[in-house]
């Protein structure tokens, strides 16, 4: 496939795909851990495991479908005098993780609700008949019934985000995106570099949900004890 | 086991922190570009500048956006817009940009697959022209100038559909954005529409050639206000760094490159 390419083009290309990695990266590392904490409470609440200021959970379910309604090239430049009064940067980089992270917590944390909640309701009379405390029950039946079931809501909000991260081009975030859309669609010499950014966007997807599957099937069945 | 999560997540917002304060070298340039050609004309003059003493970076991104930080002082140019745009933002924004050195003039043009002249064209064709506050009056004045319309006495560039004074073929306008305009053109039969040759695509969404260009946009005083112009900050125009560039932008090396590559879609403005 890099044959097609021009040294120019490869060049770009490489450092589109290096960039696009960094953004998908590091937006998943602060959104996972973020998104699955903010995702549990969501749907604790909802399942009345916890009742305590249940009005905060409710804000917070908002909030999150409002960054979630909210078109993403819009968020992104929305962010830009935040990110320019905070980091003292308005393109680039630092806004394009800033939106990314944002719009990735608000798809983990729903997903991460969906799963829990979507869990076989047997499983909470089966801890309370054992005699299981909130911890237990959180960390002993729900933690394991629900691990691969997570692992397939964050493989599915790691392809999100690679597709949100096609865009943060226009705030000069780069990437693949950069490459298929501004130098490989719009200027009328880079059809090839289009077609080579696209078909790389294509690989990274099919390796983020391959091993996402692996994964999720191996806790699956360790979760069965076959 | 919480220690060592604290520390690696305040490791990382201090690396993501230090991204983010990018230092300022003195003799760096950045230079804003979006679309083709700007990203390959800085390329094409990056390694003299280099000897020159000169490092020039290129930001790049979306050209609606990239005024912002010119205005903030985080590039020190653009190469994006032409004149009105900049003024759009200076009012909008309370920006001080500057236009320091025309680049080039975009081809603008009327295109027709069926009439062979102005004098076919019958009463009553649908026309496709831009919607936008910029590009619509530039078609207005250029179909003012091929005698189609007139427009009301002393409105130029404001010019918007109310201001046509007469039309004597009864052209009816349909406004469409710069992207769509070629496709609502063939759906229509190919008969009229004004667009740019960098907008003008065929059915098959490839670039059309010049065998529909029915007149080009005349060149002259009021028409090269739109040239596509290198723009920057009132109080960095008088930097040697900034002249520097300019004078390697406006190289006859440019210039060719211009004429070989871009000739089709626009004329260099030195």
Same mark, same amino acid.
Not at chain 2, 58 to 68: A, E, G, P, R
């Given at each position: 496939m890099m044959l097609l390419l021009n040294a120019t083009e490869q060049a770009q290309i490489i450092k589109a795909s290096l960039e696009t990695l960094n953004l998908l990266l590091v937006s998943a590392l602060v959104s996972l851990p973020i998104g699955t904490i903010i995702g549990m409470l969501l749907?604790?609440?909802e399942k009345r495991i916890f009742n305590k200021h249940r009005w905060l959970i409710q804000i917070l379910s908002v909030i999150v479908?409002?960054?979630?309604?909210?078109?993403?090239?819009?968020?992104?430049?929305?962010?830009?005098?935040?990110?320019?009064?905070?980091?003292?940067?308005?393109?680039?980089?630092?806004?394009?993780?800033?939106?990314?992270?944002?719009i990735g917590i608000a798809t983990v944390s729903r997903l991460v609700e969906q799963s829990v909640i979507d869990m076989n309701p047997t499983i909470y009379d089966l801890a309370y008949s054992m005699g299981a405390s909130k911890y237990q029950l959180f960390k002993e039946f729900i933690f394991i019934e629900v691990r691969s079931s997570l692992i397939l809501a964050y493989t599915s909000s790691l392809v999100s985000l690679l597709a949100y991260s096609s865009v943060v081009y226009i705030i000069g975030g780069g990437g693949l995106g950069y490459t298929a859309i501004q130098i490989g669609y719009y200027s009328p010499v880079g059809k090839t570099l289009m077609w080579v950014s696209t078909i790389l966007m294509i690989i990274i997807v099919q390796i983020v949900q391959l091993?996402?599957?692996?994964?999720? %099937?191996?806790? %699956?069945?360790?979760k069965r004890g076959h | 086991m919480k220690k060592i999560l604290l520390t690696?997540?305040?490791?990382?917002?201090?690396?993501?922190?230090?991204?983010?304060?990018?230092?300022?070298?003195?003799?760096?340039?950045?230079?804003?570009?979006?679309f083709y050609p700007m990203p390959e004309i800085v390329t094409l003059i990056t390694d003299d500048l280099k000897e020159a003493g000169i490092?020039? !970076?290129?930001?790049?991104?979306?050209?609606?956006?990239?005024?912002?930080?010119?205005a903030n002082k985080e590039i020190d140019g653009n190469m994006i817009q032409h004149q009105y745009f900049m003024e759009f933002f200076n009012t909008a924004n309370n920006a001080q940009l500057?236009?320091?050195?025309?680049?080039?003039?975009?081809? @603008?043009?009327?295109?027709?697959?069926?009439?062979?002249?102005?004098?076919?064209?019958?009463?009553?064709?649908?026309?496709?022209?831009?919607?936008?506050v910029v590009n619509l009056p530039r078609a207005l004045i250029l179909l003012d100038a091929l005698g189609l319309i007139t427009l009301k006495e002393?409105?130029?560039?404001?010019?918007?559909?109310?201001?046509?004074?007469?039309?004597?073929?009864?052209?009816v306008f349909e406004p469409k954005s710069l992207g769509t305009t070629s496709q609502a053109y063939h759906s229509d039969g190919s008969k009229l529409a004004v667009m740019y040759p960098t907008y003008a695509r065929d059915t098959n969404n490839e670039l059309m050639d010049a065998s529909q260009v029915l007149a080009? !946009?005349?060149?002259?005083?009021?028409?090269?206000?739109?040239?596509?112009? @290198?723009?920057?900050?009132?109080?960095?125009?008088?930097?040697?760094?900034?002249?520097?560039f300019i004078e390697y932008l406006t190289s006859n090396k440019v210039r060719n490159w211009l004429v070989k590559n871009y000739g089709w879609a626009a004329e260099p403005a030195f």
């Open positions: 749907a604790l609440y479908s409002i960054v979630r309604s909210i078109p993403f090239v819009l968020l992104m430049v929305i962010i830009i005098p935040f990110s320019f009064n905070t980091f003292g940067t308005s393109i680039g980089y630092m806004p394009s993780i800033l939106s990314l992270s944002l091993l996402g599957n692996i994964l999720a %099937n191996y806790l %699956n069945k360790k | 690696i997540t305040a490791c990382s917002l201090l690396l993501l922190a230090a991204c983010g304060m990018t230092n300022q070298n003195e003799d760096t340039l950045k230079i804003g570009v979006n490092k020039v !970076e290129q930001v790049q991104m979306d050209y609606n956006i990239l005024n912002t930080p010119l500057v236009i320091a050195q025309p680049i080039y003039h975009s081809k @603008f043009a009327l295109y027709s697959g069926i009439y062979d002249s102005i004098d076919d064209i019958p009463n009553g064709t649908t026309i496709y022209v831009p919607e936008d002393g409105i130029t560039v404001t010019a918007t559909l109310d201001d046509i004074a007469s039309n004597p073929k009864n052209l080009y !946009e005349e060149l002259n005083d009021l028409t090269k206000t739109y040239a596509i112009s @290198f723009v920057t900050r009132k109080d960095n125009l008088n930097d040697p760094k900034i002249q520097t």
